[in-house]
């Protein structure tokens, strides 16, 4: 059974890069058909969808993120990396990566949260 | 504020049955699948139904998903107080060529 584990910057100041890693253990980040995943969550505030990285490559971003988004994956490493540039403190949140397919297979991460104040 | 509206609480008795909704649009659940998410205080979103009405593997057949139109729905039958959490719905937007959630919808156990 996968599991996800989150780890990175945590404290940050305003106009900085966050840069967070997923860990995956139990099994590899190369699986077929396979999507990897960040959302975040403001303190109190509902969930977020961030981006993911699919196995065959392709990334999807947020819009309203996108262009200070990227997603990567390092097959060598089995975990998989966020870099949002340029934060403010609209960017703190907990932040969680996740794993799915089409078929119900859904691991989370337990997620971490990343602070940014000047 | 979201694209998909859910109401932002719900509540029912041990034993009874709730229904959550999530109302969107033609380019996200009127066009694609539905996928709701259980959130216990503390602790990560657990994918609850995929597909708009599939449990993954340990859902109990207590939670049942359904969709017509541009809205969706969960329902939760035989409530019981471990339900008691936030639950989230969240579909493809073609729109905006990307994933959105629902606000969320705490539910509490009386």
């Known amino acids: 059974q996968l599991q996800l584990q989150e780890s990175g910057s945590r404290l940050l100041k305003p106009s900085q890069t966050l840069s967070l890693t997923c860990a995956v253990s139990?099994?590899?980040?190369?699986?077929?058909?396979?999507?990897w995943s960040w959302i975040r969550q403001p303190p109190g505030k509902g969930l977020e969808w961030i981006g993911f990285?699919?196995?065959?490559?392709?990334?999807r971003y947020n819009p309203s993120l996108k262009s200070r988004v990227t997603i990567s994956a390092d097959r060598s490493k089995n975990h998989f990396s966020l870099e949002l540039t340029s934060v403010t403190a609209a960017d703190t949140a907990v932040y969680y990566c996740?794993?799915?397919?089409?078929?119900?297979?859904?691991?989370w991460g337990q997620g971490t949260l990343v602070t940014v104040s000047s | 504020q979201s694209v998909l509206t859910q109401p932002p609480s719900a509540s029912g008795t041990p034993g009874q049955r709730v229904t959550i909704s999530c109302s969107g649009s033609n380019s996200n659940i009127g066009s694609n699948a539905v996928n709701w998410y259980q959130q216990l205080p503390g602790t990560a979103p657990k994918l609850l139904m995929f597909n708009t009405n599939q449990r993954p593997s340990g859902v109990p057949d207590r939670f049942s998903g359904s969709k017509s139109g541009t809205s969706a729905s969960l329902a939760i039958s035989g409530l019981q107080s471990e339900d008691e959490a936030d639950y989230y719905c969240?579909?493809?937007?073609?729109?905006?060529?990307?994933?959105?959630f629902g606000g969320g919808t705490k539910l509490t156990v009386l």
């Open positions: 139990g099994g590899s980040i190369a699986r077929d058909h396979y999507s």
């Open positions: 996740a794993g799915g397919n089409d078929y119900g297979d859904s691991p």
């Open positions: 990285i699919h196995t065959s490559g392709y990334t």
């Open positions: 969240a579909a493809w937007d073609n729109g905006l060529s990307g994933l959105i």
